[in-house]
Each structure stands twice: as structure tokens, then as C-alpha cells.
């Protein structure tokens, strides 16, 4: 079975940083794409970034520049690092894993509960 666990979010006034971080139990995390997707009141979850098991990396427009994914497979952990804050990046973030595997891919989907990251201006 497969937990994910999101922690590092909060307040950060705009122009700062945080670092999000997303701990997986299970044994199928250095064979999974991992992502962060985020969500704005009343709005849809939209792709924030994703990394594949072999490291190659994706990002939406918004956050180009701004904001790295990274993967530590020995810890079974995806982080997501967010610089230059902007008010519009306040949001529910959640962490999403992607199987390889077609079997354990028909278990998912795979979610985290989600955490709060709020930009004050």
C-alpha cells in the first residue's frame, strides 16, 4: 500500500522560499514519476512539476524559474523547491505518484492529503 505523506508548507510572505517535501511508504517510489499539483479555490488541480524515475523533469509555465523538483530515491522522498513566491502560488499543493508498473499504475490513483502553501503580498 502506498502513503504519501506532504510536509513543509505555511506562510511565506512574497519574494520567499519554502521547500515542500512528500515522504512515500511502499516499495514502487524509484520506479514512479512523481508530481506536485496544486489547486486554487474554486479552480481545478493543475500540474505544478513532475520528475520520472530516471530524473528528467517537466514544469508548468507559471513556475519556470521559480520553483525545482527533486527526487532522493533512498528516502523515498520528492521535494519541491519554491523560490521567488508570488501571491498567485497560494494554494492546496499535493504530491502524486505515478507508477511505471501497469499493475500497481490500475491500484492508483496515488494522492497525498494535501497541504496549504499561502503567499501574503
Known amino acids: 500500500q502506498v502513503q504519501l505523506v506532504e510536509s513543509g508548507g505555511g506562510v511565506v510572505q512574497a519574494g520567499g522560499s519554502l521547500r515542500l517535501s512528500c515522504a512515500a511508504s511502499?516499495?514502487?517510489?524509484?520506479?514512479?514519476?512523481m508530481g506536485w499539483y496544486r489547486q486554487h479555490p474554486g479552480k481545478q488541480r493543475e500540474l505544478v512539476a513532475v520528475i520520472s524515475s530516471g530524473g528528467t523533469t517537466n514544469y508548468a509555465d507559471s513556475v519556470k524559474g521559480r520553483f525545482t523538483i527533486s527526487r532522493d530515491n533512498g528516502k523515498s522522498t520528492v521535494y519541491l523547491q519554491m523560490n521567488s513566491l508570488k501571491s498567485e502560488d497560494t494554494a492546496v499543493y499535493y504530491c502524486?505518484?505515478?507508477?511505471?508498473?501497469?499493475?500497481?499504475?490500475?491500484?492508483?490513483?496515488?494522492w497525498g492529503q494535501g497541504i496549504q502553501v499561502t503567499v501574503s503580498s
Open positions: 511502499g516499495s514502487i517510489f524509484s520506479t514512479s514519476a
Open positions: 502524486n505518484l505515478d507508477p511505471n508498473s501497469v499493475h500497481f499504475k490500475r491500484l492508483g490513483p496515488y
